[in-house]
């Protein structure tokens, strides 16, 4: 594993369901640094006036989302530990709905992300959502970056593995961009469909995997 | 019935409400034969930063036989979303609804949470007051600081814990666990034998009749109720429980720290403050076991940083000793370690260094009033040269901002008083430029707060009147005419909150009726400002035919009978008497390690009482 600077960078992978999905972005750094600090691992710390651990994370998943492919990365001060050790410490103080499942060396770079892929738990028909997906275009009101709002369509960027009827209504499997030029929230996608619909359409939102642009898993 | 799940994405901060924190414990209802929802009749994240909550929530769950859960108030998005969707009120833990509970224990931290309580009452599905619920509902407990004068709500409560909680809880649990597996359980019957318990004050066991002028006649007991409840005290604390994990919340709440207690009780005896004398007498826990008690702490929760809690970090009499102990491990693991209401000076340099004292303790003094004379009064032994010799110190090493808080309305007060707020401001901005290692190119800002004096039960200052709030907002005023400096931001208490909050602290039976009016009308986390609505309450005493400045703005004779009366807190209502007579005369009371003053805390023949001086 390499070092420079004086750490290694840990990526984990870990997943966030259950009661966890209610825990927001921000809450979810502070009660990861906590668990990175109850694990017994040789954590680094930032240098200066308030000392902190380092850790940063792939791609925010919106409140109420669940996830099986959260990426996190942290800094350790030596190798003596092997990626399973990490692993089951890390698991030993996580609380209820987050697991750790995989350590790694990070190999892309957060800025190389470039997809997402998702379970979408519809309260529409299969047949709506069919016709909702064979549209020319879907427009979407987006926020801007620089302020207020603009349309997008997301059509282009549907890439979508399935659709299936179940008991409540429908399942979609489908990736989105999410990268640093183009991110299509699963959110704006439910939006639009309860416009299509006209009437409110609930979705349970599971995010299955992180692609970097090339289409590859993000390492 | 719908479940709580539904609703979490519709609100503000749903982590507030989901459970599942790190630390949480999870028990098998079936396995258990007593559950506890212990409320806290607040928000999440003022509940979840409360030192006793923890304290009593381990001790709970460290018996196999009772599983003890979290609950708070809910926010009034969440309370609107409960209502239409007949969702009760729930424990975080097992998310059952409260009237699955044998207990719902509610925990008296301030007058202003009051309605709360009655609010959370109704949300779980249950009549509020006790006279109206029976076998098939829970028994309603409460205890804290309020416990001490509960009359104002003691027709919703079914018992009263006095004082300290780790064993008298545990005993009244387990008599009525006792109950139940003997098949003898009823509720008259048990509160009739809990009652027997020291500590225990079940209301409905006293009548209470009035004078014609509205003044308290007499408090009797039946059934064999002790005529005077004493509170409890934990004798020794370095052999008491003390948690060993807090449940870690996943959002910032209030105090999002680790927090060892060090000591309980104060030897200061400041006349207007209550703890200052309901916690006597004062009981040191050992460096040893406050080291211990902090690692496993930090350790089981992955805080950053863990506060020393007592109500005067600087009186632990071996300071000294403990400091460095912690630091060895607390540096060494970057864990912060955060001392309040520390006195900067009598640091060695060393320490003083290590600790970074000044940028711990920040530059925040409570001298509570504006000349000596009346802090002689108030027997707040806060003096000018103190504060000055502090505040030489951080100018010189840089700091240009200083924090004061002081009091309005406290007994003997006059213009010249209040004026003598401004003046001491005004001195530190002087000494500020006069001071030659000043930070250059900075102005020096000195934030004064001024809060509304509410006199309290078990105080010298318990027969007092409050000033009217003509009066306050006159001294208020007379305040900010004084002030001729921008460098003094002044910020003033609604007096109309403290108003309220007077009537309640010293409030007697009479006031349930008001209570329950006043939640009716809408009334329910009064302690904040944005849902605080003082005509309502003022509506609600009408309705009652009751007058508030009775309770507020009377002096009470030295003779009348006070609504708690028949509680016994250690200190003597002469000792008392004698601190209220030297007030007026402005004399000092040397604290309790100088010299015993006599208040009656000896009687239980522990900690200062009994050290050897």
Redesign the interface.
């Known amino acids: 594993m390499s070092v420079a600077n004086g750490f290694y960078t840990i990526r984990l992978v870990f997943s966030k369901t259950?009661?966890?999905r209610?825990?927001?972005h921000l809450?979810?750094n502070?009660?990861m640094?906590?668990?990175?600090?109850?694990a017994g691992i040789p954590l680094w710390?930032t240098e200066g006036f308030n000392?902190?651990p380092y850790i940063t994370f792939a791609a925010p998943l919106s409140?109420?989302s669940e996830s099986l492919c959260e990426r996190m990365d942290f800094r350790l001060t030596d190798d003596s530990l092997t990626m399973e050790e990490i692993v089951d410490r890390i698991n030993a103080?996580?609380?209820?709905?987050l697991r750790a499942l995989k350590a790694s060396e990070a190999i892309h770079k957060v800025c190389l992300l470039g997809f997402a892929a998702y379970r979408m738990q519809l309260s529409c028909t299969a047949e709506e959502l069919s016709a909702f997906l064979a549209q020319e275009t879907i427009a979407v009101e987006k926020k801007a970056k620089k302020g207020g709002t603009k349309t997008l369509d997301i059509k282009p960027y549907l890439d979508v593995a399935a659709v299936q009827a179940t008991e409540n209504g429908c399942e979609l499997t489908v990736t989105l961009p999410c990268s640093n030029d183009v991110t299509v929230n699963p959110a704006l996608l439910t939006s639009a469909l309860s416009a299509f619909c006209g009437r409110e359409i609930t979705a349970s939102v599971l995010r299955l995997e992180l692609y970097d642009l090339q289409r590859r898993v993000f390492v | 019935m719908a479940n709580p799940d539904e609703l979490f994405l519709k609100v503000q901060k749903p982590s507030r409400y989901t459970g599942g924190e790190l630390n949480s414990v999870m028990k098998d209802k079936t396995a258990v034969d007593v559950r506890f929802a212990f409320c806290f009749p607040d928000l999440y994240e003022v509940g979840m930063s409360h030192l006793g909550m923890k304290i009593l929530y381990g001790l709970f769950n460290h018996q196999p036989w009772l599983w003890c859960e979290r609950v708070f108030a809910p926010d009034t998005d969440m309370e609107a979303l409960m209502r239409e969707n007949h969702i009760p009120l729930w424990g975080l833990e097992s998310r059952d609804p409260l009237s699955a509970f044998d207990f719902i224990g509610f925990t008296l931290q301030y007058e202003m949470s009051f309605t709360a309580i009655l609010n959370m009452l109704d949300l779980a599905g249950l009549p509020i007051r006790s006279a109206d619920r029976d076998e098939s509902h829970p028994i309603v407990v409460a205890g804290g600081p309020c416990a001490c004068n509960p009359e104002p709500i003691a027709d919703f409560v079914d018992l009263f814990f006095l004082g300290e909680g780790e064993e008298v809880d545990l005993e009244v649990l387990e008599l009525y666990r006792e109950m139940k597996r003997a098949g003898c359980y009823t509720k008259a019957e048990f509160l009739r034998r809990a009652a027997q318990i020291e500590g225990v004050y079940v209301p409905s066991l006293y009548e209470v009749t009035y004078n014609e002028d509205g003044t308290i006649g007499a408090v009797t007991p039946k059934d064999g109720a002790p005529s005077v409840v004493r509170k409890r005290i934990i004798r020794d604390l370095d052999h008491c429980y003390y948690p060993d994990y807090f449940v870690v919340p996943f959002s910032d709440i209030v105090f999002d720290r680790a927090q060892s207690e060090i000591f309980r009780g104060c030897i200061r005896g400041c006349r207007f403050c209550q703890a200052g004398f309901i916690y006597r007498p004062v009981r040191e826990k050992s460096p040893e076991v406050i080291n211990k008690q902090s690692h496993d702490l930090c350790a089981s929760t992955g805080y950053e940083e863990f506060s020393l809690s007592s109500l005067s970090t600087s009186d632990y009499t071996r300071l000294e000793e403990l400091l460095p102990r912690l630091l060895e491990w607390s540096e060494k693991e970057h864990t912060n370690i955060s001392l309040p209401s520390l006195r900067v000076d009598g640091f060695s340099e060393e320490l003083a260094a290590r600790l970074n004292v000044l940028r711990r303790a920040g530059l925040t003094f409570a001298p509570e009033a504006g000349t000596q004379r009346l802090r002689d009064a108030i027997n707040k032994n806060v003096t000018e040269e103190e504060i000055f010799r502090t505040t030489g110190k951080a100018f010189s090493a840089g700091w240009s901002a200083v924090k004061l808080y002081f009091m309005l309305g406290l007994p003997t007060e006059t213009l010249e008083d209040v004026a003598g707020i401004a003046h001491l401001g005004q001195k530190i901005v002087n000494s500020f430029y006069q001071n030659p290692d000043r930070p250059k190119g900075k102005g020096v800002t000195i934030s004064i707060s001024c809060s509304c004096f509410v006199p309290k039960p078990f105080t010298p200052f318990q027969w007092e009147p409050q000033d009217t709030a003509e009066q306050l907002a006159e001294k208020q005023q007379h305040l900010r005419d004084n002030v001729t400096t921008k460098k003094i931001s002044l910020s003033t208490h609604d007096n109309k909150v403290s108003f309220i909050e007077a009537v309640l602290a010293r409030g007697d039976r009479r006031l349930c009726a008001v209570l329950e009016e006043v939640w009716r009308g809408g009334s329910r986390l009064d302690a904040w400002s944005e849902y605080f609505d003082y005509d309502r309450w003022m509506k609600a005493f009408a309705q009652c035919g009751l007058d508030p400045a009775f309770y507020a703005n009377r002096r009470r004779p030295y003779e009348e009978v006070l609504p708690w009366d028949h509680l016994d807190y250690g200190v003597t209502k002469e000792f008392l008497i004698r601190e209220n007579k030297k007030a007026y005369a402005a004399q000092t009371t040397l604290n309790c390690r100088q010299q015993c003053q006599g208040c009656g805390a000896a009687c239980w023949k522990e900690g200062v009482c009994v050290e050897r001086r």
């Open positions: 259950g009661r966890a209610y825990i927001s809450d979810l502070r009660t640094t906590r668990v990175l600090r109850r710390y000392r902190h409140l109420g103080s996580m609380p209820e709905g």
